[in-house]
């Protein structure tokens, strides 16, 4: 409130037709002097303050941390932000702004991410499309280089039984946007590392078009990115602290611009699941999500093996073979952990050894991402609707946590993820009977 309180009196003053913008001030006594000068430095819009106070604001806000904020350049931040005001007090678009750190890890406000919001009002002249369309839009996605490229839109089709994912309604307008613009767009994503419908092309093809996913109501291709056995992939350099070249799959690394389209829910691992997640890890080819939840090389359940001999002949590393009971033993000194064994075997032999931590799961998802959009173009769109408390990988969804908020598009996907975490942290609750009221096996982490 407080700071907060002198900007909105402005808004309201600057509104009315009787008071002249330009002769706006404000009075500030005791603790709220400085409050006063705070709002004063934040919001131009005031032309004139008195004070009686024995506060002082500190010269960091007025020129950045060590003084690394120019006058022009914090002048020009603050006449955007003072006519966004009056915009958004008036009804039009929410802008989120937001300051990132640099590479010294100190605080810079010169970079600005925006993030761009609509609720999901109707009426009969203007449905949820039309809105997501007009969102997209202002966001700015037709100012990528969209013509003849190969525009990837990332997805999650849903396993079957889960009704929470995106319905395909929103990718078919998003595919005809982008194709108005002279893209090339497909619907893509990878095979998943556990065994369910989407661990393979076929099934995954499958459970797409079951979930509306298909070129007849999604009005383009769904192509599957890391093939038929999620052994498709590129290795893209990015020198991360925990996975120096992600393998992302081939169907997205070949694309020239990367559109992420994200349902925004809970999940069980990373905390929440929204545009990071969708590229980091949705991006990921079943070796590469290995290498996401994995702390350790796989291991071979001997119970489940039939010694079939595939992951034999496409270890390329030599690392597999069988013995002289026909079940498969992993040489351990030349095992890389690439995965391919836990992407080939079709009877849950192969598996993960040990989950890794949720921490370092959030690192690794960070580095995949910037692996993902490494030298693309990139726009996202994120969804918080049915907010579900865990992922759309689970063929069932929980009750809703927080009510349907809107949706918001953003060139940033950090951005994005914390304009969406924001709102849903601030959002009510529904109710707690849903699978987050019971003692969940990571609560510690």
Not at 23 to 33: D, L
Not at 439 to 445: G, P, R, T
Request: aromatic share 8%; net charge neutral.
């Amino acid at each position: 409130m407080y700071a907060e309180t002198f900007s909105a009196a402005v808004d309201f003053l600057g509104t009315r037709t009787f008071v002249d913008r330009e002769r706006i001030g404000a009075i500030g006594i005791c603790g709220s002097g400085s409050f006063a000068v705070s709002a004063a430095k934040i919001a131009p819009r005031l032309k004139a303050i008195a004070t009686v106070s024995m506060y002082d604001m500190g010269s960091a806000a007025r020129n950045g941390l060590k003084k690394a904020l120019m006058p022009e350049q914090r002048k020009q931040i603050l006449s955007e932000a003072a006519e966004q005001r009056y915009v958004e007090f008036q009804g039009g678009e929410v802008i989120y702004y937001f300051c990132r750190n640099n590479h010294n890890k100190q605080l810079s406000i010169m970079e600005k991410a925006k993030v761009y919001f609509s609720d999901l009002r109707t009426s009969p002249t203007s449905n949820l499309l039309d809105k997501m369309e007009r969102l997209l839009k202002r966001a700015g996605i037709g100012q990528l280089p969209l013509k003849d490229s190969f525009t990837a839109i990332k997805i999650h089709f849903g396993e079957p039984g889960n009704l929470a994912y995106i319905r395909p309604n929103y990718a078919a307008r998003m595919a005809n946007l982008l194709r108005s613009f002279g893209a090339k767009p497909f619907l893509t994503d990878c095979n998943t590392l556990y065994s369910g419908r989407r661990s393979n092309a076929v099934d995954h093809l499958q459970s797409a078009m079951e979930n509306g996913f298909n070129p007849i109501s999604a009005q383009c291709q769904v192509i599957i990115a890391d093939g038929l056995k999620g052994t498709d992939y590129r290795e893209i350099p990015v020198d991360g602290e925990y996975c120096p070249a992600p393998k992302i799959g081939t169907a997205i690394a070949d694309a020239d611009i990367i559109i992420s389209m994200n349902h925004f829910k809970g999940h069980e691992q990373a905390g929440f699941g929204g545009a990071l997640k969708n590229l980091g890890m949705g991006c990921a080819s079943v070796g590469g999500k290995l290498e996401l939840h994995a702390s350790s090389q796989p291991k071979v359940a001997t119970e489940n093996c039939i010694g079939c001999n595939i992951c034999v002949k496409h270890c390329a590393h030599d690392a597999i073979h069988l013995n002289a009971e026909r079940k498969a033993e992993i040489d351990y000194t030349k095992c890389v952990g690439c995965g391919q064994c836990v992407a080939l075997c079709q009877h849950d032999a192969a598996v993960v050894s040990d989950w890794d931590t949720s921490e370092r799961l959030n690192y690794k998802i960070a580095e995949y991402s910037v692996a993902v959009l490494k030298d693309k173009p990139h726009f996202h769109i994120s969804f918080i609707m049915n907010v579900s408390p865990e992922c759309d990988c689970w063929n069932h969804n929980d009750a809703a946590i927080i009510p349907d908020l809107g949706m918001l598009a953003s060139a940033d996907p950090v951005a994005l993820d914390k304009a969406c975490a924001d709102l849903v942290i601030q959002a009510p609750v529904l109710h707690s009977d849903n699978v987050l009221a019971k003692k969940h096996e990571h609560e510690d982490l």
